[in-house]
């Protein structure tokens, strides 16, 4: 059973526009959370990471967690063409499990001029 | 430069003949992990070391031995390569409460 779940996509976004990306995970133990990037044949490039409730803002990009639902979303504002990429949502718990990631599928955004 | 490495960027072998993708980072992070990716399937967890002499399973560990002697290294050894393990390989490190950085991935086709 796939513990992060992340919309496939694609997700088309006009350029300027707001991207919202979504993850849900199934491990409630679950307490750090991250985002990556990913071009196309590059490696995941870390982008955010959150670990309490609620957002935190970095630049043109917002993450979003809810751990009573179990949820963590990613918000990209004015999106630009340079934006087109995979996004993988990572978890983790803490102490003795920190270091166990369980990585989401991925969601590919395409931002069209 | 802080960074991941990993050799080789590419490798063809064949079936059984024992293979070993090297990993070091410079940036004195006490883990370490290896990860496939494979299309549709996402990055999947290997193995991970907390530090020195310490290693866990992570989600997919048969096939793959891991061994982290120094600190700054952690290899990954196939045995016995089959072609199921044809795959995108990645390294990793961080600190304890940080996010991967990533190597630049090991393409490994196992015929």
């Known amino acids: 059973q796939k513990e992060v779940e992340q919309n496939s996509g694609p997700l088309s976004v006009p350029e300027g526009a707001i991207a919202s990306l979504n993850c849900t995970y199934s491990d409630r133990g679950s307490q750090s959370f991250f985002w990556y990037r990913q071009y196309s044949g590059k490696s995941p490039e870390l982008i955010m990471s959150?670990?309490?409730?609620g957002d935190k803002e970095d630049g043109r990009f917002t993450a979003q967690l809810n751990k009573a639902s179990q949820y963590v979303s990613l918000l990209i504002r004015d999106s630009q063409p340079s934006d087109s990429a995979t996004y993988l949502c990572a978890v983790t718990a803490d102490g003795d499990s920190w270091g166990k990631f369980q990585f989401g599928a991925g969601t590919q955004v395409v931002v069209t001029p | 430069e802080a960074q991941v490495t990993q050799n080789p960027r590419y490798l063809i072998t064949v079936t059984g003949k024992k293979l070993t993708v090297t990993c070091s980072q410079n940036m004195n992070h006490e883990y370490m992990s290896w990860y496939r990716q494979d299309p549709g399937l996402g990055l999947r967890q290997i193995y991970y070391?907390?530090?020195?002499?310490?290693?866990d399973k992570g989600d997919v560990p048969e096939g793959y031995k891991v061994s982290r002697k120094e600190k700054r290294n952690f290899p990954l050894i196939l045995e016995s390569p089959s072609p199921n393990q044809t795959s995108l390989y990645f390294c990793a490190s961080s600190y304890t409460g940080v996010g991967y950085t990533f190597g630049s991935g090991t393409r490994l086709t196992v015929v």
């Open positions: 959150i670990y309490s409730n």
């Open positions: 070391s907390m530090n020195v002499e310490v290693t």
